[in-house]
T-cell receptor, first 113, second 111 residues
Framework: GAGVSQSPSNKVTEKGKDVELRCDPI?????LYWYRQSLGQGLEFLIY????????KSGLPSDRFSAERTGGSVSTLTIQRTQQEDSAVYLC???????????FGQGTRLTVV | DAKTTQPTSMDCAEGRAANLPCNHS???????VYWYRQIHSQGPQYIIH???NNETNEMASLIITEDRKSSTLILPHATLRDTAVYYC????????????FGTGTRLTIIP
């Protein structure tokens, strides 16, 4: 596609439920990143995939969070047993590599009620 | 940790040039300066990047000092739609690192 696509754009879930957020990066981009942004806050790094290398999971806030990237393309961020503090906009970005810039999707707004 | 410092906020009159400074005194030789902006509730948008030479594109100009310890993003004719948070970020040319955002500069364009 022309840009990074995220789905759903909005998700409301009940506390304790699991959710899956999807990211389709720009075709050919080898690097994929997940960030989250709470209301009025900056971007918080979550996880980073680069090609076939092991992902950098250093930003995941707890073991309820996990992500995978299948076939070097689409990525899914899973949050298990959601809590109210998980409410935020979850942003995905992809990058071609080298000095190419990052390109962000429009995010998924997650609301845990 | 972000390796750049920016003013928290700035105002600029509509139609004027907006000059956003960024300090990156510990920049290393292989790090590029990137600028992004985030308009309310949207994903960050790439603006421009450079290594040591000044750069210009359809959105903005980037001026990097000779010692590369600071830079300035210039929006030549600011419009109300340029109101956003602007982030200055350093990235190496290895392409294998995460993008770490600081707090950025909240630019408000005044009518």
């Amino acid at each position: 596609g022309a840009g990074v696509s995220q789905s759903p754009s909005n998700k409301v879930t009940e506390k304790g439920k699991d959710v899956e957020l999807r990211c389709d990066p720009i075709s050919g981009h080898t690097a994929l990143y997940w960030y989250r942004q709470s209301l009025g806050q900056g971007l918080e790094f979550l996880i980073y995939f680069q090609g076939n290398s092991a992902p950098d999971k250093s930003g995941l806030p707890s073991d309820r969070f996990s992500a995978e990237r299948t076939g070097g393309s689409v990525s899914t961020l899973t949050i298990q047993r959601t809590q109210q503090e998980d409410s935020a906009v979850y942003l995905c970005a992809s990058r071609k590599g080298g000095t190419a810039g990052f390109f962000f999707g429009q995010g998924t707004r997650l609301t845990v009620v | 940790d972000a390796k750049t410092t920016q003013p928290t906020s700035m105002d600029c009159a509509e139609g004027r040039a907006a000059n956003l400074p960024c300090n990156h005194s510990t920049i290393s030789g292989n790090e590029y300066v990137y600028w992004y902006r985030q308009i309310h509730s949207q994903g960050p948008q790439y603006i421009i990047h450079g290594l040591k030479n000044n750069e210009t594109n359809e959105m903005a100009s980037l001026i990097i000092t000779e010692d590369r310890k600071s830079s300035t993003l210039i929006l030549p004719h600011a419009t109300l739609r340029d109101t956003a948070v602007y982030y200055c970020i350093l990235l190496s040319n290895f392409g294998n690192e995460k993008l770490t955002f600081g707090t950025g500069t909240r630019l408000t364009i005044i009518p």
